[in-house]
């Protein structure tokens, strides 16, 4: 039924909904625990047939045929890069994002590849409902797929050079990607590309004008209408920008008191229309320190996010953040080295994990596509089920006033979920210990 869910059946479904049974969520300091990972996993393959099952999960690497890629990629390199290079071993695939496309059945999908742990490109191709990958050539507008996004950039000898984590969506009738790359101001924008015309072009705030150090990353797509380029700019108060002429003017603030620096949400998937409802579901990301005896570095996990946009007056609510999600059948063989759930380091194979799109949700099975990064290596398609019935469960409970919860939920929850405490109020903690102990010692 792809994102076409009725008014109606939307209102069934919720009828059905209005008393939420077992799943009554837990309050955790102020934020509600609906116990994510045991409702929201990876399909196994008893439910679906789906050919390429990977160890029993409807989950497998996409973009395998780096060779291919590799053969592809060389059109875009110098010929002595090209030498240096002997085989595809210097690539790294990251930053899988998708759409459907009804109208080819196919999956249009696009990668970062990071070359040499130097440079970046993005690739582009198409995968079948299954998630194999068709190579045959076609146009999507002026767009060559499979191929390189022809995108110019400013001077591939700058480090980190070139286009950088992807996100693909549609709006209006046309496709875009939305990525970050160092300008020629050597500023690291926000950039558009768009496949109908092949353009691209920077996203300016009037912040850039004045002068101080930025770096923009993770602007959200935020489709709500023909009319409107939204994005969430940054998940900390919920702050959205209208980049509708960004052509040719600065991008509005349309909602959310400024603030530059990201909290621990960090935007992932582009938002997704829930059915024909006003909400929005996204999975963005946790992006905290994690540690825990000798453990510490920084980790990443999907997290649920779910907005309410109303319109005249135009009202932009993030009114849900999820405890981070697991995945954990994904970081074991073959997709990490890892043998069992219970090997899984944190701060090793098990450090990286986001997800950056929502490719298609079917309402009645309760099947949603989505695409991963795991560890900036190894690209993902992934079958999971149980988010239908928990973003009505958190609608039910906001359409009648019940739902709770905080702009910190998502820290809170990482922290509650992986039992360590916020380095932050652990520091604190020590110093007043200290403190104490010193006003004890001071008292003798
Ligand atoms: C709202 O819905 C929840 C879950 O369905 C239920 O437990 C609660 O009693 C309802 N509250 C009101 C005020 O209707
Ligand atoms: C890869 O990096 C090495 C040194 O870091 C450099 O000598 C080589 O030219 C690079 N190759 C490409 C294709 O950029
Ligand atoms: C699984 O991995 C652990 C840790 O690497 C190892 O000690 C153990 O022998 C492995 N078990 C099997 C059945 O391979």
Redesign the pocket.
Known sequence: MNFKLSLGLIAILLLIKCTLGDHKPVSFKGCPVFDINKRVYVMQNSRLSWPPFIGGIAAHKIFTDTEFIYSMLRLH??E???C??QSAN?LNLMFPAAIWLPEKKMYLVVVRLF?????SYLYTSFFDSDWREVITEDMVGATQVPGILPIEVYD?NVECSGPEDPRIFRFGKEIYVIYNMIDVDLRRKMFLYRFETGETWPLEIVEHTWGTAYAEKNWTPLIVDDEHLYFVYNHKNFQILDCTNSRKELCNRVSGEPYSLPAGLRGGSPYVRFGSSNYFVSLGYSHLKYKKGIDCCVFYRPTLTIAAISKNPDKFDLIFQSEPIDFQSLLIEPFTQYNSTEHIKICDAGRIMMALSIANWDYEEDVVDITLNLNDAVALAAKVTGLTDLALDVISMHENGSLYGGDDCVEKLVYRHFDFEDPEISARNSLRRRRMKKTAVDNN
């Open positions: 390199l110098s002595e890069e090209s240096s290079l210097g070359l040499n742990l130097t440079k591939y």
